[in-house]
């Protein structure tokens, strides 16, 4: 029963997803909306990110300090390990989980409110492809912003190491710096922003999927935006060792 | 003018209309009364497509909703216009955007243009106080008229009121009623309400559909209403105390009509 469930869903969500990448009726409204969204997913996630980014870059390099004590370990490993964490893994996979849990949440809740106080059914009646209408700007926008997100968070995440290097006395900046720029990859850069483009498309059309087929009130709406984090997340696990084994 | 012929819809084997066939008529507001739960909603949706039924026909003006694809019907119902039980306006926009979104969406039209026409609507549900509020900061009945102003911001030729007056004060139930007559009647719409409130029919029923339990049990206008002879349809009017007293009233005049023209 489970299984066939499931598969159901997947028979669902690809028929939803035909339907949303359709040409829109209008361009000019859809350039409306993909703005707004961009504003909504991609600017205010910015705050967020930015202070993840800098406290888990400081902490990164704080526990590589200490996990490398050994004097035989040159200290330029220190912030070679850090940026190599937040190149390959922190800045894509784990930094989509967090926003998972902002964005997706947030398009489940308000596509899936949409849906029960029948203002999809009012756009369908007015002959507008609803889901084409509301989905396709929010994952083109969330798709277009994420590599930004990404690179802010690289940049961010390494500044966060380098407060340490300057506020404490555990590594010199002369170090660090040297650390940063050794062995540098610049593959990684290409391979985390790849990584996150798809987990990006991942949350956005999953938890519309989720907030578009809704039925009944208030209750499931709220258990539609937990269902939508909850998948998303999973796939990104699952799509991020697909893809790691793939790309690296 | 909208015919439906012989339509049956079922839900995983729950059989909601058995059978029904009528007319609702251009000009005129066309009214579905029924009990709670006997099938009015499912009836509307299906005649606009949201339901797709098992079988039987849906003719607009002769066109057949049923055979249509999906382009065609978009295309149709850039004709209909639709005010939802819960009002159903977006939350994201003004009021005065709400309007405008059927302009924006399927039209050519200028900004100026667009607001213009929007203004024009929403004065002729009396909301022009109203424009730059949220749909959140007005009240239920005024929700509805905005509704309605953006229902009929594309001339739409089909009109289709989900229960335009639950949850209102009979007055303003009467204003919406009358507002949607008159704009029946103003642009010569196909209008179709639904509605559980006798007062409404009373008021505005020039053709009534009653549907019990999913089967089309009568048909005819307000005046006929009272001696139908359906037993089901009495049953629904006199439900309350108030329509027995008026029946009683009926039946007494209607007997000394009679008398004195034996005499
Ligand atoms: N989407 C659906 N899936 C399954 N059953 C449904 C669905 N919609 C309606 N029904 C069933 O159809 C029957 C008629 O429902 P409908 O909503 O048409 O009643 P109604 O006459 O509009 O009542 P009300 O006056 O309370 O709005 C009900 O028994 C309901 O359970
Ligand atoms: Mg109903």
Not at chain 1, 171 to 188: D, H, L, M, N, R
């Amino acid at each position: 029963m489970f299984a066939i469930k499931e598969i159901e869903k997947v028979g669902a969500y690809t028929q939803l997803m035909y339907r949303v990448f359709a040409k829109p009726d209008k361009w000019s409204m859809f350039f409306r909306q993909y703005k707004e969204e961009l504003k909504k997913q991609g600017i205010d996630s910015l705050a967020i990110v930015v202070i993840i980014s800098i406290f888990i870059g400081a902490v990164i390099t704080i526990q590589m300090i200490k996990n490398m004590e050994n004097p035989l370990l040159p200290s330029t490993l220190i912030g070679l390990a850090t940026r190599d964490i937040l190149l390959l893994e922190f800045s894509s996979a784990i930094l989509c989980l967090i926003l998972a849990g902002k964005v997706g949440s947030n398009i489940a809740s308000e596509i899936g409110t949409m849906r029960i106080t029948e203002q999809i059914d009012a756009l369908d009646i007015m002959g507008v492809n609803s889901s084409n209408f509301l989905i396709l700007p929010k994952i083109i926008a969330f798709v277009t912003i994420m590599p930004f997100l990404v690179l802010t968070s690289m940049f961010v995440g390494i500044i966060g190491g380098y407060g340490v290097a300057i506020f404490t006395d555990m590594i010199t900046v002369k170090s660090y710096e040297a650390g940063i720029q050794f062995a540098f990859t610049p593959y990684y850069i290409t391979y985390s922003i790849i990584k996150s483009v798809i987990f990006a498309y991942i949350i956005t059309s999953v938890s519309s999927f989720y907030g578009y087929t809704v039925k009944g009130g208030a209750l499931e709406v709220g258990k539609a935006s937990t269902d939508a984090v909850v998948n998303s997340s999973v796939l990104i696990l699952l799509f991020d060792i697909m893809l790691t084994k793939l790309l690296l | 003018m909208i015919e439906v012929k012989h339509a049956i819809k079922s839900f995983d084997g729950n059989t909601v209309l058995k059978d029904v066939s009528t007319i609702f008529e251009t000009g005129k507001t066309n009214l579905i009364i029924g009990q709670s739960g006997s099938g009015k909603t499912v009836l509307m949706k299906s005649v606009v497509g949201i339901h797709r039924i098992d079988s039987g026909e849906i003719l607009y003006d002769g066109r057949n909703i049923t055979s249509m694809k999906r382009k065609e019907l978009n295309a149709l119902r850039r004709e209909i216009g639709m005010l939802f039980q819960g009002s159903a306006l977006f939350d994201s926009m003004s009021v005065l955007e709400n309007v405008k979104f059927p302009l924006d969406m399927f039209t050519e039209m200028t900004e100026e243009e667009k607001i213009e026409r929007a203004k024009f609507c929403l004065q002729r549900v009396e909301l022009s106080h109203a424009l730059d509020l949220s749909p959140a900061e007005i009240s239920g009945g005024m929700q509805k008229r905005a509704a309605i102003a953006r229902a009929i911001v594309l001339n739409p030729k089909y009109l289709f009121c989900d229960e335009p007056n639950s949850g209102l004060d009979p007055k303003t139930s009467l204003l919406i009623d009358q507002l949607i007559q008159d704009i029946t009647h103003e642009f010569n719409i196909t209008t179709i309400v639904n509605t559980h409130d006798m007062n409404s029919v009373m008021e505005i029923g020039e053709n009534i559909v009653f549907i019990s339990k999913g089967e089309k049990a009568w048909q005819g206008t307000k005046d006929e209403i009272f001696d139908t002879g359906c037993e089901p349809l009495e049953d629904f009017i006199f439900a309350s105390n108030l329509y027995k007293e008026i029946k009683k009233a009926h039946k007494f005049f209607q007997d000394k009509e009679s008398s004195t023209k034996q005499k």
